[in-house]
């Protein structure tokens, strides 16, 4: 199985993470997240249900490259149990809410 999944996304890339972010797959998804180099990049959290200390760090490095390299980055469909992580770790004060698009489970009210 794929770490990371390349969708069509017009100029840019639609990365989709296929599955969780954590210690096991954290390398081959940093690797992975580094190939796009060009254009925005949005990122599909929508199969990643949990994400630990070290996917925090590999997500968090690659958003701060691609910052730095210029590149507009959007996650979309952010579960929300990921996002709650984030936030308690304060990624998403640093990074700007406006960077996360939260999607609610099924059967979840908004």
Do not use: K, W
């Not at 096991?24 to 200390?53: H, K, M, N, W």
């Amino acid at each position: 199985m794929d770490d990371v999944l390349q969708l069509p996304a017009g100029s840019g890339h639609r990365l989709l993470l296929n599955g969780d972010l954590d210690f096991e797959r954290a390398e081959r998804i940093a690797a992975a997240l580094q190939r796009y180099a060009g254009g925005p990049v949005v990122l599909d959290l929508s199969r990643c249900q949990f994400i630990d200390s070290t996917g925090i760090g590999v997500l968090v490095d690659a958003l701060r490259s691609y910052a730095a390299r210029g590149i507009e980055v959007t996650a979309v469909r952010v579960r929300p149990a990921v996002f709650e992580v984030l936030e308690i770790v304060g990624a998403v004060d640093v990074f700007g809410r406006g960077l996360f698009e939260i999607v609610l489970d099924e059967g979840e009210d908004a």
